[in-house]
Structures are given as C-alpha cells and as structure tokens.
C-alpha cells in the first residue's frame, strides 16, 4: 500500500474509534434541566396529589403546580455534547449528584427522605398558619445520649425539669442552668400510652464546650389534630415542593379559590414556622412551568437575582421569603394586583 492509502486508513480507524469512544464511553458528568411538573390541587395518575380525611375540605381551581429538576445520568461524551449544545440543558460533574462514598441507593433514599420529611414541614407549617393547635415531639434522639433507651422518636414531650414543654424552645429553655450530672425529669407520652414520667441524668454535651447539661433530644412541632393529610407522589425526591405543598393544603382547608383560579407554578423548601429557603435549578423549574401554562411563579427570595436573569417571557415572578408573603401575592392575584417581584 502506497502512502495515501496508509493515511487514508489510518484517518478511518482514527474516526472509527473516535466515534466508538464519544459513543459509548461514559463521562464524568450529569445533565440538568427542566423536570416534570404536578399540580398539587390535582390527581396523580388515579390519585389526589393531596388528600384530607375527617376535616371539611372546599373546592379549588386553578393549579398550584410543584417544579422539579431533571437528572440525566451515565451519559456519552456525544450524548452530553447534544444536551448542552440544545440550550436547554446544563452540565454538572457527576460527583455533586452522586458522591463517590455513597451508593445510587443510598442517594436514593436520602432524596426519598428529603421529600417525605417536605410532606410533613408543609402539613406543619400549613396548619400552623391556620391556627390549628400543635405539639411539641422528639425528633433526632442522639445515640447514646441521656435520652436514647427512654425517649423514642414521636413521643409527645410535655414537661422538662418541672416546666412545661410549649415548643422547641421552651424544651432548651427548660434545661437553662443545669449542668452535667444533674438529674431532671422529664414528662411524655408515647403513642396512645398514658403519660410517663423519667429521671434523666444529664450528660456532657458532644462537643465537649457545652456548660448546661445535655439531654440528647432535638424537639419539634406536629399538628395535634384528629384528621390525616395524605401526600401521594411518586418517584420525586428532594425537599423544594414544600412551599407548593403547604399552598395546596391551605387552599383544600378554606373556602374560595387561594390562586384566584389562575395557573401558578413556584418551589422552594419550607420550614415548620413558615420560611420558605432557596433551592437549586430555578431556571429548569421555570422553563417548565412556563410550557405548562403557568403565568405566575413563586421565587424564594433568596433564588430572586437568579431567577430574574432568566425567568421565560410571560412568566411573572412572585418574590416569596416566607409563607405569609406567598398567601400574600397570591391575595394580590385574586384581587387583579400585580404581587411584589424579584
């Protein structure tokens, strides 16, 4: 063969294994970009997104829709090079997604977590701000603290070193002054059990400065009503439907139409007194809920500057720190006000 022909073949087999590599060999990256969206007013599949069981609930309208962000996993380099020279997608590395410590399943899980533990801040903080009563619970037990083997996750707590235990703060309140080694008691009821009572010697705290004694208990709020909120969505993770979740069951728990009937979409983490916090991915989230007809969205404050730089044509943008400001702007809705924006 003369030279061309060795070129010639050697340019063949360069293209071959080229296309063979951007094909098939994995790189180090994901794929992000607009997720699936669901109003929480509706149905999933043949199921209410949220439903109420013994407690009056009104009719709704409109769509109160949760965004989320997708993940595209095991990607080729062509395959990656194709999402993000379409504009809308963005690449991340891998390791952000899915740390090297730690299994998909494990991953998997957290995120299961992240979202079930959204479900029960949204119910909280929804109920909260209706004015329903609450209880104070233990949370976290540490393990091999003064409370672990007495105290289980869910117990009712109700008095600590003979002061009752109102909310989370009154729980630390009450141990102000002690020190390790002292003994207090503590007042609480598991389940439908009656009331127990348990001395606890107090411990050194785990960081060793701590002066007051230690108990090992992080407390929190639950609604102490007698009817059940149920929240079925499938195959969503993370914590950012929260804000979504507790709008939805406001709307379900008080007459007339919360959105004013209109399409709102929005995201954002919500805590038990009512804060709404940033999330990732707002310019995914709005991309989709823009294409799913949504004219308004609630932005976290904190997400505002992000969001304004990118936010879709026809979108309005609600700037949103805490719960009473979304009820607010979606008030503003209902009453043909333009809401306070990014």
């Not at 672990?148 to 002061?163: E, F, K, Q, S, V």
């Not at 008691?185 to 007051?212: K, M, N, T, W, Y």
């Not at 090992?216 to 102490?224: H, I, L, Q, S, Y």
Request: charged residues 20%; contains cysteine.
């Amino acid at each position: 063969m003369n030279r061309r022909t060795w070129t010639l073949l050697t340019s063949v087999v360069l293209v071959v294994a080229f296309g063979l590599l951007g094909a098939f060999v994995r790189v180090p990256y994901v794929a992000l970009g607009p997720g699936p969206t669901y109003d929480t007013l509706g149905v999933d599949g043949d199921r209410p997104v949220i439903s109420i069981e013994g407690q009056q609930t009104f009719p709704t309208g409109g769509h109160l829709n949760m965004t989320t962000v997708s993940v595209t996993d095991q990607l080729s380099m062509f395959g990656a090079l194709g999402l993000w020279a379409s504009g809308r997608y963005a690449l991340a590395p891998r390791d952000l997604y899915f740390p090297p410590d730690k299994s998909e399943q494990q991953i998997e899980q957290e995120n299961t977590e992240a979202f079930n533990d959204s479900q029960t801040t949204a119910e909280t903080a929804a109920l909260r701000y209706l004015g329903y009563p609450m209880k104070v619970i233990a949370g976290q037990i540490i393990k091999g603290s003064p409370a672990d083997g007495i105290l289980a996750p869910g117990d009712r707590l109700l008095a600590a070193n003979g002061r009752p235990v109102t909310d989370p703060q009154s729980l630390r309140a009450a141990l102000t002054g002690t020190k390790p080694g002292d003994r207090v008691e503590i007042r609480f009821q598991h389940a439908d059990q009656p009331e127990r009572v348990a001395s606890v010697q107090l411990a050194q705290g785990p960081d060793g400065q701590q002066q007051q004694g230690f108990l090992g208990v992080a407390a929190t709020e639950r609604p102490d009503v007698g009817f059940e909120i149920e929240i079925s969505l499938a195959d969503v993770g993370g914590p950012s439907a929260g804000l979504m979740f507790t709008l939805a069951i406001i709307d379900k728990l008080t007459p007339g139409e919360l959105n004013g009937g209109q399409f709102v979409a929005g995201t954002g983490e919500i805590t038990p007194a009512g804060e709404v916090n940033p999330i990732g991915g707002i310019p995914f989230k709005m991309v989709k809920a823009r294409e799913a007809g949504a004219t308004t969205f609630l932005v976290p404050a904190d997400n505002c500057a992000e969001a304004k730089a990118q936010a879709p044509d026809g979108l309005q943008l609600a700037k949103v720190g805490t719960l009473q400001e979304a009820t607010k702007a979606l008030d503003d809705l209902r009453a043909g006000k333009a809401p306070a924006s990014c």
